[in-house]
């Protein structure tokens, strides 16, 4: 009995034994099948990964990694004819900061906190900055910080020796301009990425900046550098050069006698432009005011720092742009007398007068019912020769020139000497003339015109003109730049003069020069006189226009002369604009004084042969 229960135990135990191995099987068989169907699915899924989006996913990978840095091209020099440097480019460098190399494997807020202000305050201290203001900057939800810029290479060198996690220092070029405030607005300025903003950096920038290069790096998320992968560079080119027409001592005349003429006539505003009249070279350019190139928006003066900070945006924008803006090329103004020379000179190639033809000045003309008065109708200027009448600036003579010439012809030797269309100078934002149409100017019109009032021109233009009318009739294209260089100073292109036309004959022209050394020798324009050489001029006056209501200022004028010398062999004429001059104001006595040290103290310096 006891056998037989110990036997069916055994059988029993051998069944249940059984029935765990197939179970176990099962398990097995189902988790190698799940095993399996979970293999098959990661295969069919990698190989999705791989071989259906490996190409986009490669992409993206290697756009991850990839650090494209711009390596900034060197901006080209701006020289003046000498070769001495107005506008350079200086190596400078900008910090950077990613604070996710800051922070690194930083374990909580506390700890990530602690190392943004260690750097913080190690680069506070080297840049001699506040700390706090760093802190806040890297703090933020960004990638990439630039906390300074254009820093000099010492303090590059001291960030670089300290080895902070995260930060970056790359090189970059800063504009320059030695002289500061020093033909400011003939130069202009750059903007932070050195573009061209005004002035000839901005007609010029194509050559200037060059193009720049590429630096191609292999990093992690936190921007450090990875073993694997390659760096590729491309070099930047570097801009061209600019050698100008321009040269610096006698822009310095120019500058200095603006100033000095503003402080003693408390005008308003003072310009001035000195041209070559054989080649239309811009020797001089220079308008008091101005800013100082390194600061452009900071202003130069107190007063205009005073102003900006009191402005909003747009305000200050506008301000900014009349302080860059180069009065000179960019606004009209009614020339006044100086404009006599060119009725002279149709009514002289026209034939329809002499030098010697005699006029009777009574004080004041009849024109159509209009009376139109001489500018000395108090004491005429009786009878006088067409000579005496340029050298008195004898209003009722001119009105009949103008009158014997005809408003159709006056109008047609206006297009001659350039006056309705641009000059084609090579700088930006030039103005054209304004002048009534031929056929409503009537006989007033055409009175007033012929002695410079009813038709306002750029003072480039005027300047062309009238050297066109001292260098025996040729009209040349007036120009600043003489050659572009590359980085290496070697002429790419020379900028050679350019006649467009011809305005009058020789003899014609022989008699201008003869008329305007009259005005200085004997006429109003003596105050122009240099000992020892010849001088030739023309003063001019005229009242100024209210932009509001088309009507003249009663106690507003522009005073001006222009002036050529030497008269027999023009090397330069001279543009001299003085711009509000308080009280009773004749270009004869505000304008003339200042363009003769202009004259003077160029004639002296051309004379020692340092001028190429």
């Given at each position: 009995m006891a056998q037989r229960s110990k036997t069916r135990i055994r059988r029993n135990n051998r069944v249940r034994s059984t029935d765990v191995n197939i179970r176990d099987r099962k398990r097995l068989t189902i988790a190698f099948g799940l095993f399996c169907v979970a293999l098959i699915v990661l295969c069919l899924r990698m190989g999705y990964i791989q071989i259906v989006r490996g190409d986009e996913l490669t992409r993206k990978a290697i756009t991850q990694q990839t650090k494209d840095e711009l390596v900034e091209s060197k901006r080209g020099d701006i020289t003046d004819c000498n070769g001495n440097k107005l506008a350079v480019s200086s190596i400078r460098y900008s910090v950077w900061v990613r604070p996710s190399g800051v922070i690194g494997t930083a374990k909580?807020?506390?700890?990530?906190?602690?190392?943004?202000?260690?750097?913080?305050?190690?680069?506070?201290?080297?840049?001699?900055?506040?700390?706090e203001k760093i802190m806040e900057m890297i703090s933020g939800d960004i990638s990439l910080v630039k906390i300074a810029k254009?820093?000099?290479?010492?303090?590059?060198?001291?960030?670089?020796?300290a080895e902070l996690d995260?930060?970056?220092?790359?090189?970059?070029?800063?504009?320059?301009?030695?002289?500061?405030?020093?033909?400011?607005?003939?130069?202009?300025?750059?903007?932070?990425?050195?573009?061209?903003?005004s002035g000839l950096e901005q007609y010029y920038n194509k050559e200037l900046k060059g193009s720049s290069g590429r630096l191609l790096k292999s990093k992690d998320a936190a921007g450090n550098s990875l073993f694997y992968g390659e760096e590729k560079y491309y070099a930047p080119e570097d801009g061209q050069s600019l050698e100008l027409t321009v040269d610096e001592v006698i822009q310095h005349y120019a500058e200095e006698a603006a100033k000095w003429t503003k402080n003693e006539t408390k005008a308003s505003r003072v310009r001035c432009i000195v041209m070559d009249p054989k080649t239309g070279g811009v020797l001089a350019m220079a308008t008091t005011g101005g800013f100082d190139p390194n600061n452009a928006r900071d202003g130069s003066t107190k007063e205009d720092k005073k102003k900006l900070a009191d402005m909003n945006g747009k305000e200050q924008l506008e301000y900014l742009n009349q302080i860059w803006r180069n009065p000179l090329v960019s606004d009209?103004?009614?020339?006044?007398?100086?404009?006599?020379?060119?009725?002279?000179?149709?009514?002289?190639?026209?034939?329809?007068?002499?030098?010697?033809?005699?006029?009777?000045?009574?004080?004041?003309?009849?024109v159509k019912g209009?009376?139109?008065?001489?500018?000395?109708y108090s004491n005429p200027h009786g009878y006088q020769t067409v000579e005496q009448a340029l050298g008195n600036s004898c209003n009722p003579v001119f009105v009949r020139l103008a009158q014997r010439i005809g408003i159709k012809k006056f109008y047609k030797y206006l297009g001659l000497f350039g006056f309705d269309e641009k000059t084609g100078i090579d700088y930006p934002g030039e103005a054209e003339a304004i002048f009534q149409d031929a056929e409503t100017a009537g006989p007033v019109g055409t009175?007033?015109?012929?002695?410079?009032?009813?038709i306002a021109v750029t003072p480039i233009q005027l300047?062309?003109?009238?050297?066109?009318?001292?260098?025996?009739?040729?009209?040349?294209?007036p120009h600043i730049v003489k050659a572009i260089?590359?980085?290496?100073?070697?002429?790419?292109?020379?900028?050679?003069?350019?006649?467009?036309?011809?305005t009058v004959s020789l003899d014609t022209s022989k008699k201008i020069r003869k008329g305007m050394e009259y005005v200085v020798s004997k006429g109003g324009a003596d105050k122009a006189q240099v000992k020892g050489y010849r001088v030739g001029g023309k003063t001019g006056t005229a009242n100024k226009v209210n932009p509001k209501t088309g009507a003249y200022y009663k106690n507003k004028i522009i005073a001006s002369f222009i002036g050529v010398a030497p008269i027999d062999d023009p090397k330069m004429c001279v543009l001299f604009i003085v711009d509000d001059p308080p009280g009773e104001a004749f270009g004869s006595t505000v304008a003339a004084p200042g363009a003769q040290r202009v004259i003077e103290n160029t004639l002296r310096y051309m004379k020692t042969g340092k001028q190429k």
């Open positions: 909580d807020a506390n700890e990530k906190k602690a190392r943004l202000q260690q750097t913080a305050d190690k680069l506070a201290g080297i840049l001699k900055t506040d700390s254009y820093q000099e290479a010492s303090v590059a060198n001291k960030i670089r020796d995260g930060v970056t220092i790359t090189e970059e070029t800063k504009r320059a301009y030695p002289l500061g405030n020093f033909a400011s607005q003939l130069l202009g300025s750059v903007t932070d990425d050195n573009n061209g903003l009209t103004y009614e020339p006044g007398s100086t404009f006599k020379l060119f009725t002279l000179a149709m009514a002289l190639e026209e034939n329809l007068t002499t030098l010697k033809e005699h006029f009777t000045c009574s004080g004041s003309i009849n209009t009376v139109i008065r001489c500018w000395s009175a007033t015109v012929g002695f410079g009032q009813g300047i062309t003109g009238v050297c066109s009318l001292v260098n025996d009739g040729a009209l040349m294209k260089k590359d980085k290496d100073g070697k002429v790419i292109k020379k900028i050679k003069p350019k006649k467009i036309r011809q």
